[in-house]
């Protein structure tokens, strides 16, 4: 709760965001919950594959970072942490996300609601895209239709017209054209 000045009080919990080093954010979060740190990383499952098997993997739902309930005075407990990089701010202080967002996320991930954080860079129809992952790996194309997750392309270096729906998350603006 924010005092009369604007301030937050030296010992109200908040939850704030911390930024972790890439792939740490597991590992973060079992390191503020062995020092008594309320801390929480949504992660999602997912089904990895490889070239001889399968295997579902929990992966981060928001890559490279993690939520902590802390007071100012735990914060520093929370930089101190191996793998914690810093805060994420907004106008100078530790960004503070409302309780209800957090709570909103936990139902959604206790649900088993399929979800994903997907990056904010627009793909638009006409736009030329490479593919980053999967059966058509580096191929180029032409998007067709953006259908909420999936993009529907042409692939047009395959000595033939195929068009294709891929995951929006595997593909990405092919820049060098």
Not at 4 to 19: A, M, N
Not at 26 to 35: C, G, S
Not at 82 to 109: C, H, Q, S, T
Not at 141 to 164: E, F, R, Y
Request: proline letters at 3%; charged letters at 25%; aromatic letters at 10%.
């Amino acid at each position: 709760m924010e005092n009369q000045f604007g301030s937050r009080s030296t010992w109200s919990r908040h939850w704030l965001v911390i930024y972790t080093r890439p792939r740490w954010e597991k590992k973060v979060d079992k390191l503020l919950k062995l020092q008594d740190i309320r801390s929480y990383c949504p992660v999602r499952s997912v089904t990895s594959q490889w070239a001889d098997r399968k295997k579902i993997v929990d992966l981060p739902l928001f890559s490279g970072y993690v939520f902590v309930w802390v007071n100012e005075r735990e914060e520093y407990k929370v930089r101190q942490t191996l793998g914690v990089l810093n805060f994420i701010y907004y106008m100078g202080k530790p960004a503070v996300i409302r309780d209800n967002v957090i709570e909103k996320i936990e139902e959604l991930m206790s649900k088993n609601v399929e979800c994903e954080v997907v990056d904010s860079q627009e793909i638009h129809l006409g736009d030329r895209i490479r593919i980053k992952q999967g059966i058509f790996y580096n191929q180029e194309g032409t998007v067709i239709k953006v259908q909420g997750k999936h993009v529907l392309m042409l692939l047009d270096h395959l000595n033939c017209a195929v068009v294709s729906s891929i995951p929006i998350t595997d593909v990405m603006l092919n820049t060098a054209i």
